[in-house]
């Protein structure tokens, strides 16, 4: 008789990801070409950025995506790899928690394994509301998910720099408390701050920045997951523009080519999707 190995589902291999030894290195995607391009370089899994997504549909960022258009975007990349899939809800596109956890309850039917949902400018208690409801949607349902509580304590400055730990240690024991995997604290770079934050309990995700410690150090620091943002996206826009540019206003076609994928191999990476 041949026993088969026990196969690990996305969502526990998404959190074995926080686990494992070595920093789990998370890049954003904003759509499902680049998410299969991220998976090709050897991505373990990908992130939405909701930047990224909401300027691909002609949006600003900040809550301004319709929702039908973020679970349009999540179909085509879950569709378009084979590895897990967090995705950035921003605040949940709603105030009330309810609203946010039908929204999760869909994208989890949709196969997403993780949500990144932040407090923005608004009340960490309301957050903690958002996360609780998100808790009883996955038990509800028997669904596994990854809620990545982001605190905007730094990237907003919310609170003068003296009291941004302080700060940031009071709301993750809120949020861990509401039931959430992981703590977000993007722009967080100082060192010894990084290590305080990592003590909070909850797995430590920060954003990549060039002030940042090296990669290699960030683990030693308490880091588990370190994430790109939207600057992949921007990365690519700024490209194309600079190419357009030398295009339109300077007649030139080389930039074009410069660091462009080859379209054959552009497009090898769908036809087994």
Not at 67 to 96: C, F, H, N
Not at 128 to 157: Q, S
């Amino acid at each position: 008789m041949i026993c088969e190995e026990p196969t690990t589902s996305a969502s526990d291999l998404f959190r074995q990801l926080h686990q494992a030894p070595g920093l789990f290195r998370l890049p954003n995607c904003w759509d499902a070409g680049s998410a299969r391009v991220l998976e090709s370089r050897g991505a373990r899994a990908v992130a939405t950025t909701s930047a990224g997504l909401a300027w691909s549909w002609g949006h600003p960022d900040g809550d301004a995506l319709p929702t039908e258009l973020l679970l349009q975007s999540v179909r085509a990349i879950v569709r378009a790899i084979g590895i897990p899939l967090s995705v950035d809800i921003e605040s949940g596109y709603s105030d009330a928690p309810s609203s946010v956890a039908r929204l999760v309850e869909q994208l989890l039917a949709e196969g997403v394994v993780g949500v990144n949902i932040e407090d923005g400018a608004g009340a960490p208690e309301v957050l903690a509301e958002k996360i609780t409801a998100i808790r009883g949607v996955a038990e509800r349902t028997g669904t596994a998910v990854f809620v990545n509580a982001r605190t905007d304590v730094y990237l907003r400055g919310l609170v003068d720099e003296p009291l941004r730990v302080q700060e940031a240690l009071r709301r993750a024991a809120l949020y861990r408390a509401a039931g959430a995997d992981g703590l977000f604290v993007p722009k967080v770079v100082a060192d010894d701050e990084i290590r305080a934050l990592a003590a909070a309990g909850l797995p430590l995700n920060v954003l990549a920045m060039p002030s940042l410690s090296p990669l290699s150090n960030l683990e030693a620091l308490g880091v588990r997951r370190v994430s790109t943002g939207s600057t992949l996206a921007q990365v690519a826009l700024g490209r194309a523009a600079a190419a357009a540019t030398a295009f339109l206003d300077q007649g030139m076609c080389e930039p074009l080519f410069e660091a462009a994928m080859p379209y054959g191999e552009v497009n090898d990476r769908f036809k087994d999707r």
